[in-house]
């Protein structure tokens, strides 16, 4: 059974920094891209990131690009996101997700299995 | 920046058809995706490459694609289908998600 964990959410205050992890079981993790996706309270689901099978190919929101870090230990089946520089806005629960194609195109996801979340709270 | 408009919100009988638009500039040359989210639930794939179901999504959940338009169509709604629905493309290497629509079965 395909499951996600994500965890490292919490409260953080505007400008600090927080490290999300996502600990992958059930799937060979190093064969499919992986992905972050926010869901702020009440609102729509918004594309964070993401990381190829290999981590030779990396993308990112404009939202977040050069505030967040993505990475992946495929020894460690997990998935991480490094967020920096935290905004008020980045409050948001935090899915990883995978995508359904084995070494598919990083870019074009569709994704079959997605964790729980973890809440990122960013207020002082 | 790349945009997928759905509208807010369908109405729906018990045992009609619903349909979900999703609407993008040249939509029908991607492929296109959908998600259902319950509340409190993570989202669920219903509909990937435009009109593929995963195992397990009934065979009244189905998906188009013409033109610049999306749609997912549910057929002989149950109360069990009402959530929110997402289309998802991709554009310029960036993933983008429709603003949602509430499917509400009345």
């Known amino acids: 059974e395909v499951q996600l964990v994500e965890s490292g959410g919490g409260l953080v205050q505007p400008g600090r920094s927080l490290r999300l992890s996502c600990a992958a079981s059930g799937f060979t993790f190093d064969d499919y891209a992986m992905h972050w996706v926010r869901q702020a309270p009440g609102k729509g689901l918004e594309w964070v990131s993401v990381i190829s099978w290999n981590s030779g190919s990396i993308g990112y929101a404009d939202s977040v690009k050069g505030r967040f870090t993505i990475s992946r230990d495929n020894a460690k089946n997990s998935l991480y996101l490094q967020m920096n520089s935290l905004r008020a806005e980045d409050t948001a629960l935090y899915y990883c997700?995978?995508?359904?194609?084995?070494?598919?195109?990083?870019?074009?996801?569709?994704?079959?299995?997605w964790g729980q979340g973890t809440l990122v709270t960013v207020s002082s | 920046s790349y945009e997928l408009t759905q509208p807010p919100s369908v109405s729906v009988s018990p045992g009609q058809t619903a349909s979900i638009t999703c609407s993008g500039d040249k939509l029908g040359d991607k492929y296109a995706c959908w998600y259902q989210q319950k509340p409190g639930q993570s989202p669920v794939l219903v509909i990937y490459?435009?009109?593929k179901r995963p195992s397990g999504i009934p065979e009244r959940i189905s998906g188009s694609n013409s033109g610049n338009t999306v749609t997912l169509t549910i057929s002989g709604t149950q109360a069990m289908d009402e959530a929110d629905y997402y289309c998802?493309?991709?554009?310029?290497?960036?993933?983008?998600f429709g603003g949602g629509t509430k499917l509400t079965v009345l």
């Open positions: 490459q435009d009109s």
């Open positions: 998802q493309a991709w554009d310029s290497s960036t993933v983008v």
């Open positions: 997700a995978k995508d359904i194609t084995r070494y598919g195109d990083p870019y074009t996801p569709n994704f079959d299995y």
